[in-house]
């Protein structure tokens, strides 16, 4: 298991990886967001996590996860110290599995790696998981939406001929939902099967911006809604 951290506060990167030291074999600390496209390049393959600064010396983390966005769906952990919504919610549409703002406590910041690198584990090994799951459920692995198919065994999705790209929450979103397909699901069930044991930390918009962004992907400007909102209740997937 390998993280990388993007941190140009030398000491807070060294804490961070102290602090978690129990939930990686090993840690690439880089400092800018350079530093960070240089290492990714080379070891892009290895990396299960990546906990990203927003402030860094050369620009925007955000820049740095619209680079890792463009060939990977590795979890991303953004940290920052601004306090405003907009800045998380930028960082989720963008694909940023999860949002901690600075100052953080130790415990919090231990639970949401450790819910992201449970997720990146099952993900990993998802063809078997999902066989497990098929065996227990009697599901398909893949489905059939219109133009699109969904493979979780390969983690292949596609709209016509053009792949899309799925982050890890957006995978877990669409699964709970075709394997509940016309079911009302509420939102704090959702939260538990996306989320599982971290769920408490999660900010409460998390979801709704989770949802938006798989609706983007998979629904057509012509008009065809499969996500519908059900006022207080949840979603149900058609």
Request: proline share 1%.
């Amino acid at each position: 298991m390998t993280i990388q951290i993007v941190e140009d506060d030398k000491s807070l990167s060294e804490g961070i990886s102290i602090s978690i030291s129990d939930a990686a074999d090993s840690f690439y600390q880089e400092y800018t967001i350079e530093a960070a496209k240089q290492g990714f390049m080379k070891y892009a393959g290895e990396i299960n996590l990546i906990i990203l600064d927003l402030n860094l010396p050369d620009g925007s983390g955000y820049d740095y996860l619209k680079y890792v966005r463009k060939s990977s769906e590795v979890p991303v952990l953004i940290l920052t110290a601004n306090d405003l919504e907009m800045d998380e919610v930028t960082g989720l549409s963008m694909g940023a599995d999860d949002f901690l703002k600075k100052p953080f406590s130790i415990a919090v910041l231990r639970a949401r790696v450790n819910a992201l690198i449970r997720r990146s584990k099952r993900l990993n090994n998802a063809g078997e998981n999902d066989k497990r799951e098929n065996q227990l459920k009697e599901k398909a692995a893949i489905y059939q939406i219109d133009d699109m198919t969904f493979d979780f065994d390969k983690l292949v999705f596609k709209k016509g001929e053009k792949e899309i790209f799925l982050s890890v929450n957006e995978q877990r979103l669409l699964k709970v939902f075709l394997d509940n397909k016309k079911m009302i699901l509420t939102r704090n069930t959702l939260i538990e099967r996306i989320w599982g044991d971290s769920g408490e930390y999660v900010e409460e918009n998390a979801l709704s911006v989770t949802v938006t962004r798989l609706r983007s992907k998979i629904e057509s400007r012509s008009g065809i809604r499969h996500i519908n909102t059900v006022y207080g209740q949840g979603y149900r997937f058609e």
